[in-house]
């Protein structure tokens, strides 16, 4: 990646869109890609868009939903429920209309059991499918073939009565793992990549790709101290196998030949360094940096993160920073608000688009969405329903609220997970006509961030070697700046710099108060309760 050149997806804002919770257009209960369609326009191409530039779709292929379309029956199909290729290619059309791109999920490293070259790998021993899969005997005198746990809870070893052998998972049973040395099965998956980039996708989220490859002769990983038994082990036979920067090129490859897609992938472990080794011109374009989703609410921590990331990635891989999304188990504004929900969005908005790297939204979190408490007997996710009340994914993931109508405006049906019970004081219909709105506050930064090079393009400047009360960081490009600042406390807070700033004159450009009077006095700067903002130096 040359330095200077700006690529579209390294200046773009992504919105993550978990389809089945957007909008329904056939009264099920599910949302569906018409129903995406429909709401096109709130997210770009009318004056009272969010702004966004690209959507990252969750699965909508063939699947039986034991971890809601994380499970492929069918790589290249629509899942009836969801619409059909049809459909699919008119979103395309209609996303590009208005300068949308569209990613989609590839899930290649396990399929649904359901698919069928699993139904036919599970058949019988001499299959030409069997070795698409991981199949193995017991080991001599031990129980599994080695001591490999899945991540979802408990072996990641399941037995086939009928052939006599375990197959491996690393997520549910139902989620069989794909061999990789299988060439053939290799071969099919790429068949798949162009299949969807032929139907005119921008690129592709790929989930969990750093498991692709196990060690070849499957060795035990070494015990640790943790808390589950996957917790228990170094996954150094599982995860981030050499074979995966050879694997990750042919991929590359492809994508290449269609000028302008873009890949960013999911891994486990979420290391900084190890995110570098996966990113390049021969890799992947990105690689999420999920910890801003375990960050307590302390600007110290994020600033810590925030420079480590930067120093791992350097001036040849490209940040990427989330604060929630469909595996949290909670939605950052029920993280974070507290008392003050939005308040802190707005702070916590601030922060995710004004950092060096592409930002991915969280359906609703523009709104301010909040998590549903839901009860055990309300959980739909298996992974949810074993983990309660620890670890909930269904509470972050409930419908859209669009209006204060029933269903929040995301069905005329029964939604398939509760909708908020205070939709009706919080919805993007209401939001939008309030000028003081997270949502409007939202709309404010994405057209500020279009506006500024310095806020796309510029260096990641922190202001304060060790912050305690707020965050301020400067973003340049060279003589272009802007400063951030932000209170992360429900108090007023003095911050004071510890270096000279490059300018003398500064404007404000966006207070998250509607009376602010913030302005910078030498190296110090006032801030009203977890009030944000960004100034433009001036001249
Ligand atoms: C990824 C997905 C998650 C899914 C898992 C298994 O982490 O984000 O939702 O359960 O992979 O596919």
Same mark, same amino acid.
């Given at each position: 990646? #040359?330095?200077?050149?700006?690529?579209?997806?390294?200046?773009?804002?992504?919105? /993550?869109?978990?389809?089945?919770?957007?909008?329904? &257009?056939?009264?099920?209960?599910?949302?569906? =890609?018409?129903?995406?369609?429909?709401?096109?326009? !709130?997210?770009?191409?009318?004056?009272?868009?969010?702004?966004?530039?690209?959507?990252?779709?969750?699965? $909508?292929?063939?699947?039986?939903?034991?971890?809601?379309?994380?499970?492929?029956?069918?790589?290249?199909?629509?899942?009836?429920?969801?619409?059909?290729?049809?459909?699919?290619? /008119?979103?395309?059309?209609?996303?590009?209309?208005?300068?949308?791109?569209?990613?989609?999920?590839?899930?290649?490293? *396990?399929?649904?059991?359901?698919?069928?070259?699993?139904?036919?790998?599970?058949?019988?021993?001499? +299959?030409?499918?069997?070795?698409? !899969? =991981?199949?193995?005997?017991?080991?001599?005198?031990?129980?599994?073939?080695?001591?490999?746990?899945?991540?979802?809870?408990?072996?990641?070893?399941?037995?086939?009565?009928?052939?006599?052998?375990?197959?491996?998972?690393?997520?549910?049973? #139902?989620?069989?793992?794909?061999?990789?040395?299988? %060439?053939?099965?290799?071969?099919?998956?790429?068949?798949?990549?162009?299949?969807?980039?032929?139907?005119?996708?921008?690129?592709?989220?790929?989930?969990?790709? +750093?498991?692709?490859?196990?060690?070849?002769?499957?060795?035990?990983?070494?015990?640790?101290?943790?808390?589950?038994?996957?917790?228990?082990?170094?996954? @150094?036979?599982?995860?981030?196998?050499?074979?995966?920067?050879?694997?990750?090129?042919?991929?590359?490859?492809?994508?290449?030949?269609?000028?302008?897609?873009?890949?960013?992938?999911?891994?486990?472990?979420?290391?900084?360094?190890?995110?570098?080794?996966?990113?390049?011109?021969?890799?992947?374009?990105?690689? $999420?940096?999920?910890?801003?989703?375990?960050?307590?609410?302390?600007?110290?921590?994020?600033?810590?993160?925030?420079?480590?990331?930067?120093?791992?990635?350097?001036? $040849?891989?490209?940040?990427? !920073?989330?604060?929630?999304?469909?595996?949290?188990?909670?939605?950052?504004?029920?993280?974070?608000?507290?008392? *003050?929900?939005?308040?802190?969005? %707005?702070?916590?908005?601030?922060?995710?688009?004004?950092?060096?790297?592409?930002?991915?939204?969280?359906?609703? #979190?523009?709104?301010?969405?909040?998590?549903?408490?839901?009860?055990?007997?309300?959980?739909?996710?298996?992974?949810?329903?074993?983990?309660?009340?620890?670890? &909930?994914?269904?509470?972050?993931?409930?419908?859209?609220?669009?209006?204060?109508?029933? /269903?929040?405006?995301?069905?005329?049906? +029964?939604?398939?997970?509760?909708?908020?019970?205070?939709?009706?004081?919080?919805?993007?219909?209401?939001?939008? &006509?309030?000028?003081?709105?997270?949502?409007?506050?939202?709309?404010?930064?994405?057209?500020?961030?279009?506006?500024?090079?310095?806020?796309?393009?510029?260096?990641?400047?922190?202001?304060?070697?060790?912050?305690?009360?707020?965050?301020?960081?400067?973003?340049?490009?060279?003589?272009?700046?802007?400063?951030?600042?932000?209170?992360?406390?429900?108090?007023?807070?003095? @911050?004071?710099?510890?270096?000279?700033?490059?300018?003398? &004159?500064?404007?404000?450009? =966006?207070?998250?108060?509607? +009376?602010?009077?913030?302005?910078?006095?030498?190296?110090?700067?006032?801030?009203?309760?977890? #009030?944000?903002?960004? $100034?433009?130096?001036?001249?």
């Amino acid at each position: 990646m #040359e330095k200077d050149a700006f690529l579209w997806w390294q200046e773009a804002v992504f919105y /993550h869109i978990y389809l089945r919770s957007f909008m329904d &257009s056939n009264d099920d209960g599910l949302g569906d =890609i018409c129903g995406l369609i429909s709401r096109l326009d !709130y997210l770009k191409g009318s004056p009272d868009s969010l702004g966004i530039d690209a959507i990252w779709l969750s699965p $909508f292929h063939p699947s039986p939903d034991n971890d809601f379309g994380y499970d492929v029956a069918d790589y290249c199909d629509i899942d009836p429920r969801f619409g059909t290729l049809t459909d699919f290619d /008119h979103l395309i059309h209609e996303a590009h209309k208005r300068d949308i791109r569209i990613m989609i999920d590839l899930v290649f490293n *396990h399929s649904s059991n359901q698919h069928p070259w699993f139904k036919e790998s599970r058949s019988s021993k001499d +299959n030409p499918k069997r070795d698409w !899969y =991981i199949w193995r005997d017991a080991r001599l005198g031990k129980r599994w073939p080695n001591n490999w746990e899945s991540i979802f809870g408990g072996k990641a070893w399941e037995w086939n009565k009928a052939t006599q052998q375990f197959f491996y998972h690393m997520f549910l049973k #139902e989620q069989p793992d794909l061999n990789w040395r299988n %060439k053939k099965a290799q071969e099919e998956l790429m068949q798949t990549v162009r299949f969807w980039l032929d139907r005119g996708v921008d690129g592709f989220r790929l989930d969990v790709f +750093n498991l692709w490859f196990k060690h070849q002769d499957l060795p035990d990983n070494p015990p640790r101290i943790g808390l589950r038994g996957y917790d228990r082990q170094h996954h @150094i036979y599982d995860i981030d196998q050499p074979e995966m920067v050879e694997a990750l090129a042919g991929f590359r490859n492809i994508l290449n030949s269609y000028p302008g897609s873009v890949s960013i992938g999911e891994f486990l472990g979420n290391k900084p360094k190890i995110a570098a080794l996966y990113c390049s011109e021969q890799q992947l374009h990105m690689v $999420f940096n999920f910890d801003f989703t375990g960050c307590p609410w302390n600007p110290k921590v994020f600033q810590e993160n925030i420079l480590e990331w930067e120093l791992a990635l350097g001036d $040849f891989c490209w940040p990427c !920073y989330v604060l929630s999304n469909h595996d949290g188990p909670r939605r950052h504004v029920s993280r974070y608000g507290k008392r *003050h929900p939005d308040q802190v969005a %707005k702070v916590a908005a601030t922060m995710l688009l004004t950092l060096r790297g592409t930002p991915f939204l969280y359906y609703g #979190e523009e709104i301010g969405m909040l998590n549903v408490p839901l009860r055990r007997g309300q959980l739909v996710d298996p992974v949810s329903r074993r983990y309660y009340p620890f670890h &909930s994914r269904d509470q972050g993931r409930t419908p859209m609220q669009w209006d204060a109508t029933q /269903h929040a405006g995301f069905s005329t049906g +029964n939604p398939w997970l509760p909708i908020h019970p205070k939709y009706e004081s919080r919805n993007v219909k209401s939001q939008l &006509s309030d000028p003081h709105s997270v949502l409007s506050f939202y709309r404010s930064l994405l057209q500020l961030r279009r506006e500024c090079d310095a806020l796309r393009q510029g260096q990641f400047v922190p202001l304060q070697s060790s912050p305690k009360l707020g965050l301020a960081y400067l973003r340049s490009e060279g003589d272009n700046h802007a400063l951030v600042a932000l209170n992360f406390k429900g108090k007023p807070i003095r @911050i004071q710099f510890d270096c000279a700033l490059p300018h003398d &004159s500064w404007k404000l450009a =966006i207070s998250s108060h509607t +009376n602010s009077d913030a302005g910078i006095h030498g190296k110090e700067m006032l801030l009203k309760p977890f #009030e944000a903002v960004i $100034f433009f130096s001036d001249g």
